[in-house]
Structures are given as structure tokens and as C-alpha cells.
């Protein structure tokens, strides 16, 4: 046990729910941010500019990003791209699929409720960069110029890459996917239902490349196994987590709680098998092994898919051109500005660091990514604001149980809450993320945390 488990383990304050629900909401809402982000956050005075501000990507860290530098710049000349007009509300994902949310328009809203009036709103999508001549190209032919580029596109969900796995297929053929849209989510409710009804083997799997939400297929693992019990079902049905990873978490205490919790529940793990192909019609699902390729037979499959930058991201010279983040796009994974382009800076999914696809690091990433571009703007030739690669997990055990996992670049474990042990499951990270993390997700959009 690592000495910040053995402190942790120590006797944590007893909080009742009730004086926990007012507690925590508070600190929900308000959030923390870095020192060095005040400017961007509303506590300094705002800046004069003349720059041309394009971000392109409008989910949760395009509109954070476009919410707090129209705070932090008078008459700001800020451009968004992205053709998407529906936000959802991607954390949620998980619960619908499980059934915790029955109502999957829970999920959905629309951008345009977020974005700040003065900024301009491309809708179309990107189709190449040239940071070369600071401009970028939509796929009607446009040519956006920009003085300061905001990369902030999130991933590309691959389900090209793995044989015979379509999209259209989930829900059907028992193909689950709680990843990318609600219908996702709301399909994949069905299908394990299913399970839960008539049984049978049951696979899970995780690819090899960075996904966003990475203990998404864990908790999809555990809390089917969850309803299983629930409806006295779970001996009817074998289930096996089968990841392409070498480890089952990036966090090496959370990564040890899983290998020792998930057998205890009747999971079988089994590393490096990497899924390449699906034959929905006779539900075989083809794994890459060290051993070669094998072929396992299944009534149930969580398929995630690889995942990648989009292709103009990863077709550019934004892109990572070697080392373990080829494709991704290319910053310094402190400053998020890009170690080549000193007016790109990227946030979100789409960077190309050890760790952060979730939408707590677009919490922590983006104050940085302001304060640096408005010091960049201003002249400074240091850059103040650092991200310490902060990630957070509500990894959900159970329906009513989770452990808060946060951690950092170093993967040490930096909890916010003082009174919840960070290596325990407990009811308090279940509330948060049922009941309260939509709320600070929506105050995120705002630019209020």
C-alpha cells in the first residue's frame, strides 16, 4: 500500500447526506481554479484586443473556451467552427445505458444555449488545416483567417477500424456501445437488458488507443454485473473484460483495486486481446492476441471502438508527427500551446498528453489554455498558467456505490474532497455524479467554473 493510501485509509469524517448534499453542491458549482487562471477567470480586468480568436470544435471545450475569453476580452473578435448544433451530455452516457437514468433526453441540448451571443458561429466542419499561413478551411472551401487558433475538436470515434462494427449495428445482434450519442446509450439499455433476461456470455472490451472516459468500459463491466444481481439473474450469465491494454486503469492503486475486485464479482480478465472484427450475423467477435488471432463466441458485446484525432487534425502539421501521441495534436503538456505554432493552443480530447480525455481535465485545461493565450497576446514572454494533467473518474461500482478517482500527470492521486477516501467505494462520488456533476458540467459552458 502506497503511503498516500495508508493516509487516506486513516478514519475520514463522518458526513451525513444531508448536510453532504449542501456541501458538495456548493463545491460542485463553485469548482477550483488554478492561481494562475485568474485573468480568465472573471478576477482580473479585461483585455484590449484587435486579434481574431478562431476555435474550432464545439462541444465542452470549444464553448468553455469561447465562454471565458468573452469575459476576459472587450469586444472580443472570436470565431467558433463546428457544424453540430445538439450538445449532449456525454458523462451521463453510462447511466442511461445501465437504466440509473430513464430518460435519455436527460443527455441532449443544444449549443446554441451556451455560446455567447458575440461570438460568430461557423456552422460547418473543418476540413484542413494550414498553420503555416493561419488560416483554416471548412468543407464548403472557406477560408477562416485567424491571429490565434483554439483547437478543441474532441476524438474521432473509429468504428472503421474494427471489422464488420457499425454504428447502425448497436442495439441490434447484441452489439452494445455506450459510446458518442444517446441513441448509443439508449440502445445499449436495451441490449443489456436482454442480457439480463435470457442470459449468456457476455464480453467487454477496451481498444488500444486513448479513449475518452476511460473507465467508461469498467463501469459499463461492473454495473451490468450489478443489474445482474439485482434481478437475481447472475448466474445465468459468464462474463469476461477483454482490453487491448496491459493494465485494466492508468492509476496504479485503482489499476490493483480492479484486478482484485472484478474477479471477486465472477469477471475474467484478459489483457492484450484487442478487438479487429465482428460477425454480428453469427455473434463471433475476432481478438488480437500475443499469441495470434482468436475468435470468441458471445450473446453480449460491449464494443468500443478505437478512437483518434479527426482526420484534419491528424492529416495536418498540428498533428504529432512521432512518439507515443502520433496523430494527436501536438502542445506542451503544461502550457496546452503547441510546441511548434506559438499562436495554436489545444484543449480537450484532442491533445495529444498522457492523460486527460475527460471532461474534468476540459475543467482544469481550459483556465490554462486562456490565461496562456492572453498572455501570449499581451506580449509575455513566459507563459504563467501549467496543467498538471488533473483527470477525474466517479468510477461506479455499483448503483449507489463509486470511488472518486483524480489524479495527476505523476498518476498520485489528488482528491478534492477531504472527506471521501480516494481508494474506497462509498456512496458520496455516486451522488456526485448522479445528481450534481451535470449541473457544474452546465456552469463549465458558462465559463462560471
Known amino acids: 500500500m502506497t503511503k498516500n493510501k495508508a493516509q487516506a485509509n486513516q478514519r475520514l469524517p463522518d458526513l451525513g447526506r444531508r448536510k453532504f448534499l449542501k456541501v458538495s453542491a456548493a463545491s460542485a458549482l463553485a469548482g477550483t481554479l488554478p492561481a494562475t487562471a485568474l485573468l480568465a477567470s472573471g478576477t482580473a480586468q479585461a483585455i484590449e484586443t484587435r486579434a481574431r480568436i478562431v476555435i474550432v470544435g464545439a462541444g465542452a471545450a470549444g464553448i468553455s473556451l469561447a465562454s471565458r475569453l468573452t469575459k476576459a476580452i472587450r469586444n472580443p473578435d472570436i470565431t467558433i467552427i463546428d457544424a453540430r448544433e445538439a450538445h449532449y451530455y456525454q458523462p451521463g452516457l453510462t447511466l442511461v445505458a445501465v437504466g440509473a437514468w430513464k430518460d435519455v433526453n436527460k443527455l441532449v441540448d443544444k449549443n446554441e444555449r451556451y455560446l455567447p451571443r458575440s461570438v460568430k458561429w461557423v456552422k460547418e466542419s473543418v476540413a484542413a488545416f494550414d498553420p503555416d499561413h493561419n488560416r483554416v478551411f471548412t468543407h464548403s472551401g472557406t477560408s477562416v483567417p485567424y491571429d490565434y487558433l483554439l483547437v478543441a475538436t474532441g476524438?474521432?470515434?473509429?468504428?472503421?477500424?474494427?471489422d464488420g462494427l457499425n454504428p447502425n449495428l448497436i442495439g441490434q445482434h447484441g452489439i452494445a456501445c455506450v459510446y458518442d450519442t444517446p441513441e448509443h446509450g439508449a440502445a445499449t439499455a436495451r441490449v443489456i437488458n436482454e442480457l439480463v433476461e435470457r442470459g449468456g456470455k457476455a464480453l467487454m472490451t477496451r481498444p488500444i488507443t486513448a479513449i475518452k472516459c476511460a473507465g467508461a468500459p469498467v463501469?459499463?463491466?461492473?454495473?451490468?454485473?450489478?443489474?445482474?444481481?439485482?434481478?437475481?439473474?447472475?448466474?445465468?450469465?459468464?462474463?469476461?473484460y477483454l482490453s487491448a491494454e496491459p493494465a485494466l486503469f492508468s492509476q496504479p492503486d485503482i489499476n490493483q483495486f480492479?484486478?482484485?475486485?472484478?474477479?471477486?464479482?465472477?469477471?475474467?480478465i484478459r489483457n492484450r486481446h484487442e478487438l479487429v472484427a465482428?460477425?454480428?450475423?453469427?455473434?463471433?467477435?475476432?481478438?488480437?492476441?500475443?499469441d495470434g488471432e482468436i475468435t470468441e463466441d458471445y450473446d453480449f458485446i460491449h464494443a468500443v471502438p478505437p478512437?483518434?484525432?479527426?482526420?484534419?487534425?491528424?492529416?495536418?502539421?498540428?498533428?504529432?508527427?512521432?512518439?507515443?501521441?502520433?496523430?494527436?495534436?501536438?502542445?506542451?503538456?503544461?502550457?496546452?500551446?503547441h510546441?511548434?505554432?506559438?499562436?495554436?493552443?489545444?484543449?480537450?480530447?484532442?491533445?495529444?498528453?498522457?492523460v486527460g480525455k475527460t471532461a474534468a481535465s476540459v475543467k482544469a485545461q481550459v483556465p490554462v489554455a486562456v490565461t496562456n493565450l492572453l498572455a501570449r497576446i499581451q506580449g509575455q514572454?513566459?507563459?504563467?498558467?501549467?496543467?498538471?494533467?488533473?483527470?477525474?473518474?466517479?468510477l461506479i461500482t455499483e448503483r449507489g456505490k463509486a470511488i472518486l478517482v483524480e489524479f495527476d500527470y505523476e498518476l498520485k492521486m489528488v482528491p478534492s474532497f477531504g472527506f471521501i477516501n480516494p481508494y474506497q467505494e462509498h456512496w458520496v462520488p455516486w451522488i456526485l455524479k448522479d445528481k450534481m456533476l451535470q449541473a457544474a458540467y452546465q456552469a463549465m459552458l458558462r465559463g462560471r467554473v
Not at 339 to 354: I, L, M
Not at 381 to 394: I, K
Request: with cysteine; aromatic share 8%.
Open 339 to 354: 510546441t511548434r505554432y506559438g499562436n495554436v493552443f489545444g484543449v480537450g480530447d484532442v491533445v495529444g498528453t498522457p
Open 219 to 240: 463501469k459499463i463491466a461492473l454495473l451490468t454485473e450489478h443489474r445482474l444481481r439485482e434481478a437475481n439473474t447472475r448466474s445465468n450469465v459468464d462474463m469476461h
Open 278 to 290: 465482428i460477425d454480428p450475423g453469427r455473434k463471433h467477435a475476432t481478438f488480437r492476441t500475443e
Open 258 to 268: 480492479l484486478y482484485e475486485h472484478m474477479p471477486k464479482r465472477g469477471i475474467a
Open 155 to 162: 476524438v474521432e470515434i473509429r468504428f472503421d477500424l474494427v
Open 381 to 394: 514572454t513566459t507563459l504563467p498558467a501549467r496543467y498538471d494533467g488533473y483527470t477525474s473518474c466517479p
Open 307 to 337: 478512437m483518434t484525432a479527426p482526420s484534419p487534425v491528424r492529416e495536418s502539421a498540428l498533428a504529432w508527427q512521432d512518439g507515443p501521441f502520433v496523430g494527436w495534436l501536438e502542445v506542451d503538456r503544461h502550457t496546452l500551446q
